[in-house]
T-cell receptor, first 110, second 114 residues
Framework: QKEVEQNSGPLSVPEGAIASLNCTYS??????FFWYRQYSGKSPELIMF????GDKEDGRFTAQLNKASQYVSLLIRDSQPSDSATYLC??????????FGAGTRLTVKP | SAVISQKPSRDICQRGTSLTIQCQVD?????MFWYRQQPGQSLTLIAT?????????ESGFVIDKFPISRPNLTFSTLTVSNMSPEDSSIYLC???????????FGQGTRLTVV
């Protein structure tokens, strides 16, 4: 079992719709969870982080964490073509190493 | 946040040669990380570099192939040795400040081995 799993996609949504990205992780001791966005040919940039169960909202982005289910998600409201990128879920494990999922490629169609 | 300068940004190298990638951070950090991102893949941790000690390598990566230096708290290098086309990848330097915070990335080095 991979440590961090994501649907590879591609996920395609129309402009203005909600994009839902999902991630599961295997290490129950994980404490910190991150979503990164990576445009083609660029390095990852942080979108959001979440530490506690529940929802965390930042503008059009909402991260959701459920530690009991070992599940973390990212919702993007009012999706824009500029949101088209690969979204990486990352989890910090017990020794502070960050483990990344394979990424979900999102395309927002005008 | 942290500003990380990584160079070179890209290089094309002959097989059998070595390339050293440099990573400079604008402030002192305890831990620096080196990742590889192969085409169409996610990030794979190569090793963790702590100042004053040997780097800790992940399974599948060895010091002879990927020697790392960490001479101070703001600088690290990764060398890709005896390169083959399979080493063609993006190599990324990363830092974080403590257990709870996010990782920041350098611009990446796009390596092509011919």
């Amino acid at each position: 079992q991979k440590e961090v799993e994501q649907n590879s996609g591609p996920l395609s949504v129309p402009e203005g719709a909600i994009a839902s990205l999902n991630c599961t992780y295997s290490d129950r001791g994980s404490q910190s969870f991150f979503w990164y966005r990576q445009y083609s040919g660029k390095s990852p940039e942080l979108i959001m982080f979440i530490y506690s169960n529940g929802d965390k909202e930042d503008g059009r982005f909402t991260a959701q964490l459920n530690k009991a289910s070992q599940y973390v998600s990212l919702l993007i409201r009012d999706s824009q073509p500029s949101d088209s990128a690969t979204y990486l879920c990352a989890v910090k494990v017990w020794n502070n190493d960050m483990r990344f999922g394979a990424g979900t490629r999102l395309t927002v169609k005008p | 946040s942290a500003v990380i300068s990584q160079k070179p940004s890209r290089d094309i190298c002959q097989r059998g040669t070595s390339l050293t990638i440099q990573c400079q951070v604008d402030s002192q950090v305890t831990m620096m990380f080196w990742y590889r991102q192969q085409p169409g893949q996610s990030l794979t941790l190569i090793a963790t570099a702590n100042q004053g000690s040997e780097a800790t390598y992940e399974s599948g990566f060895v010091i002879d192939k990927f020697p790392i230096s960490r001479p101070n708290l703001t600088f690290s290098t990764l060398t890709v040795s005896n390169m083959s086309p399979e080493d063609s990848s993006i190599y990324l330097c990363s830092v974080d400040r403590d257990r709870a915070t996010e990782a920041f990335f350098g611009q990446g080095t796009r390596l092509t081995v011919v």
